[in-house]
């Protein structure tokens, strides 16, 4: 168990409001702690004590931490170039709008860094708009979010310095002996600090590795791996323990008979296809459909068995566990497993024998599920299809009745058909689905980006979703009804002044329609608007309405796929949280009773949530690294863009072909006097030509790149088509007319709600 692991363990059994002050020995007893890991408990305890997340109360016993006054918040720091900075409070939900951060002013932040927890004493402060905004003053660090950082040597006046990439800090970091590292003026470097800036006085550190030419292939992946902390390769010990498996791995006997010795079924003669993106590595899903005598459909969802190669407490699960995930970069792929695994023992190749854990699920004709079974299987694909072959196929049948055998081609046929019916029973039950635009860029053989393609998600990719998406569900079902309690997939309602903000901001372009917190509402609106001017700024709108889906315990079902139990079974190659729905499957197919412990789930659901959302943030932030890279040498050329944020001091907008997204500065914006108007995402100007909301769509000119803080800024050449409000809603703003209660901010240069860009001349 890591040290965060007994931390969040210890943290969340003090907080209980039945729990009673007890000594260290007794909650290693109540958490059923080995006695292997006490001393590590006792640390533990000790180091919470120190950031006064806990406190020893009389006779040594540990109480929760009950010293914090009214006026004092603990949370998660974020600071911005100019200085100042926000503290999202501890539990905050991470779609919370910014109004419920805590502002920072600059002399206020001590010598706090983005990601640090800590303590701050609140007040509230009048805001330029004659209301009110709460504000603080950082008291403690409670703990560091990283002390790595990467950035760009350069010397000044023989002193060696790094300038830390992004806005974070401002001012160079004094490193100390740059000759221990070899490093050169223009290296990408680690930096390590050992001292933190603050207002008055420089950060210190100390070059722990050299990256890199700044622009050199390679550096900005490496870059962002240091950046991130993620791993790179396998150590000795978890590659020599892929390979233990491989030697044993026996699924087939000396007289080629499968081995099912375990309990294991013989799924061989079951005709199961795979389909998977054209350039996929590894495949850990295959399908088999059959028509039952009955007339009902029996689907087999047969997942790659990963759990028969990464046993409990093995070295393989403590990496698993620990990486949660697999991280897909553009230019390479970070396993969760080794490769000896991922892409050999546990990949659902054609013609080879895999083992699985399969779902076999039944369907009536109209698509209702009747029953669902498990079973460890072993299964022989016989053909691996891509996306591409099976649109083509869906296109034109009749050719490819030739390529592929009578069992193979009918399949095809029945998957699309059952697929199509669940699709339309999911949407009719009130599952919803934006349509946002997906692009994947195209890199060059040294990492450069080259271009880029749209992802299309046509009918092949729907087959495969929804049979994904049913196993997922009726998996959960199952052990929800068998009151096991396991990690879901949850995905919370939206918070209820998000859905009034969606509902006005849709009502203002013109579009009729009742509260938005109605679920089928807003499958119409979507519906309305779809491969309409205002579909984008629509769907927009709705994506940022919603909370984000984690990994928990918790029963609180999936809102966006209107589920009441969801969870994730079919990727275990890539994610940990279905390894462990597959140890529970295994346990009910052998005839026991599943046992969970409710404070583990809990701190796995969030481990395995923040690697995600690290992961994720890892690859956007790379796209962003190389998309720079690109437009560095593209100053001045034209392009297509459509607005997916609006700020204060201007509004974000993502390409169409190319998805850089960069600022149009409220100064590059055509003159005018602009109000913000965040209810409705929009800048709004004297004049309604000049009116810009979320999903515009806009010609804009590339004017400047700033490779080392990260940005990217266009100005708008030409409006191509706009959200705009009906004729009412822009006659009565012409008038200075306001609706009852809501408040306009004057837009600013310097607002506090993002990151403000560097000062330029109104053009």
Not at 237 to 254: C, I, K, N, S
Not at 746 to 761: E, F, N, V
Request: glycine content about 6%; hydrophobic content about 35%.
């Amino acid at each position: 168990m890591s040290e965060l692991d007994l931390e969040r363990l210890v943290l969340r059994h003090v907080s209980r409001p039945n729990y009673r002050p007890v000594k260290p020995r007794v909650i290693a007893k109540q958490l059923d702690i080995p006695k292997s890991l006490h001393q590590d408990l006792k640390r533990t305890i000790k180091r919470l004590a120190k950031r006064g997340e806990l406190r020893y109360g009389k006779n040594h016993l540990v109480e929760g931490n009950r010293s914090t006054k009214p006026d004092e918040v603990v949370g998660t720091f974020r600071r911005n170039f100019a200085g100042y900075g926000f503290v999202r409070p501890k539990g905050t939900r991470p779609t919370v709008g910014r109004e419920d951060d805590i502002f920072i002013p600059a002399a206020k932040t001590k010598d706090a860094a983005t990601g640090d927890i800590v303590r701050v004493r609140t007040n509230r402060r009048r805001t330029s708009s004659g209301g009110s905004r709460i504000s603080g003053e950082i008291q403690q660090i409670v703990e560091r979010g990283t002390k790595q950082f990467v950035g760009t040597y350069f010397e000044r006046s023989n002193t060696g310095l790094v300038q830390i990439d992004g806005t974070e800090f401002s001012e160079p970091v004094v490193v100390g002996d740059p000759g221990a590292k070899n490093a050169q003026p223009d290296d990408k470097v680690v930096v390590e600090l050992v001292r933190y800036p603050t207002a008055h006085r420089h950060g210190e550190g100390v070059i722990t590795e050299v990256l890199g030419k700044h622009g050199e292939p390679g550096v900005d992946t490496r870059t962002i791996l240091r950046q991130f902390a993620l791993p790179d390769g396998f150590a000795e010990d978890v590659l020599q323990a892929a390979r233990d498996e491989a030697e044993l791995f026996q699924p087939v006997d000396e007289d080629g008979q499968v081995n099912v010795s375990d309990g294991r079924r013989d799924l061989t003669e079951m005709t199961v296809i795979t389909i998977d993106p054209a350039d996929a590595r590894d495949f850990d899903d295959a399908i088999s459909l059959e028509k039952m005598e009955n007339g009902h459909f029996l689907l087999g969802v047969h997942i790659a068995d990963v759990s028969h190669f990464v046993k409990p407490k093995s070295v393989l699960d403590r990496e698993a566990r620990d990486r949660a995930t697999s991280v897909y970069l553009p230019d390479r792929v970070i396993p969760m497993l080794p490769e000896v695994i991922s892409n050999h023992l546990a990949s659902l190749q054609p013609d080879q024998v895999r083992y699985t854990k399969t779902a076999f699920i039944e369907f009536t004709e109209e698509g209702a599920r009747v029953a669902t079974k498990f079973c460890s299987g072993a299964i022989q694909s016989k053909r691996r299809f891509s996306y591409e072959e099976v649109d083509d196929y869906l296109e034109n049948p009749l050719a490819w009745r030739r390529k592929l055998t009578p069992e193979v081609y009918q399949l095809l046929k029945r998957m699309h058909q059952l697929a199509m019916i669940l699709r339309r029973r999911r949407y009719e039950r009130g599952s919803l689905e934006l349509s946002l635009p997906e692009v994947k860029i195209k890199l060059d053989r040294d990492g450069q980006v080259s271009g880029a393609r749209r992802v299309e998600h046509t009918e092949s990719h729907q087959i495969i979703e929804e049979f994904m998406l049913a196993a997922n569900e009726a998996v959960a079902e199952r052990l929800s009804d068998d009151q096991i309690a396991f990690l879901r997939r949850i995905h919370e309602s939206p918070d209820p002044k998000k859905s009034e903000t969606l509902t006005e901001f849709v009502q203002e372009l013109g579009i009729s329609c009742e509260s938005l917190q109605n679920r089928f509402e807003i499958q119409k609106i979507l519906k309305e608007v779809a491969d309409a001017p205002l579909e984008q700024a629509v769907n927009y709108a709705v994506l940022r309405s919603m909370q984000k889906a984690v990994y928990s315990p918790q029963e609180a079902g999936h809102y966006a796929l209107a589920a009441k139990d969801y969870c994730h079974f079919t990727s275990p190659i890539r994610r940990y949280p279905d390894l462990t729905i597959h140890r529970l499957m295994d346990t009910i197919i052998r005839g026991k009773t599943p046992v969970t412990d409710a404070d583990q789930l809990m701190n796995q659901g969030e481990h395995c949530s923040q690697r995600e959302q690290r992961a994720e943030a890892a690859e956007r932030e790379l796209i962003k690294l190389k998309l720079l890279n690109y437009f560095a040498k593209r100053i001045g050329e034209t392009m297509e863009v459509v607005i997916t944020g609006v700020e204060e001091f201007g509004v974000f907008a993502q390409g169409l072909e190319i998805p850089a997204e960069g600022l149009i500065h409220i100064d590059s914006l055509p003159t005018d006097d602009y109000d913000y108007d965040g209810s409705v995402h929009a800048l709004l100007g004297h004049r309604e030509e000049n009116n810009f909301r979320l999903g515009d769509l806009l010609k804009v000119r590339v004017i400047n790149v700033d490779l080392d803080r990260r940005e990217l800024d266009y100005e708008v050449v030409e409006r191509l088509t706009a959200a705009q409000p009906r004729p009412q809603a822009a006659s009565s703003r012409q008038k200075g007319e306001r609706k009852p209660g809501k408040k306009r901010q004057k837009a600013s240069k310097g607002s506090p709600q993002r990151k403000p860009p560097k000062k330029r001349r109104r053009r």
